[in-house]
């Protein structure tokens, strides 16, 4: 984790985030993760040298990869930077160059993450056709079931709140992040208007769902569809109520 001296919420921006691949593209396909998403990752996660080289590049993606492999199989607890090195197939020291400790990769690998979920929201919703932006949310709330079945780790890393509920920024919880990084998303694509209270509502939002998927996924490795379904009722009602008593319907 970053032990950086920013302030506890990150600023409101209206930063256009990237999107990328097809929506149409199989499971697996959208699973994996391109250069671009890592080196997002790379340059906010504490390494000790960013990868200059393609080959370096290529080295510590595989890495990352290994890390969500062994996530899924052994747990945080047990991961270390030797079982990555070995699954890798590289020298530990190799690990070293670019990682002080495993909760470096587990960043890393969490920052991934997230830039991949942001790219398949914004991905989806420029595709889509609502009727209004709160209609959104069962879209989000789709792309993130979906990284948990399919993309390998998410299910055990999610986010990062099983190493540290700051993992993503070392001023900022985890799921402020995320919902910084899904207004940016939905003011870019949707338009509606970006203010404070835009900023509040899906903070809720963002803490109500996490709240209730995270019951979803307890018992079910799948995702209980009935509390799948409730998530996306509760966030759904707060932001229609949200936008009714703030400043009115705004259209898609």
Known sequence: MTTNSRS????????????TGNNHASHEARGRTGTAHDE?????????????????????QR???????????????????????????????????FFPDKKAITQALGLRFLDQFGSRVTERLAEASFSHWTHAVDTIVDEYVDMHRHVPGFRSLHFGD????RLLSGGADNNRVISVRLREIIVSVTGVPDDDGLDRAIHVAVESADAVLKLAFRDDPEGDPELVHEAKRLVSSYLSHFSRHNGGDHPW
């Open 162 to 165: 099983i190493v540290d509920p």
């Open 63 to 97: 890495m990352l990869d290994c890390c969500a492999e062994l996530l899924d199989e052994v747990g945080y607890d047990n991961l270390s930077t030797t079982r990555i090195a070995e699954r890798a197939g590289v020298a530990i020291g190799s690990v070293y160059q």
């Open 40 to 60: 997002l990752a790379f340059a906010q996660a504490p390494l000790r040298r960013l990868p200059a080289q393609q080959r370096s590049m290529l080295r510590v």
């Open 8 to 19: 506890s919420t990150p600023p409101r921006s209206r930063r256009s985030p990237g999107s």
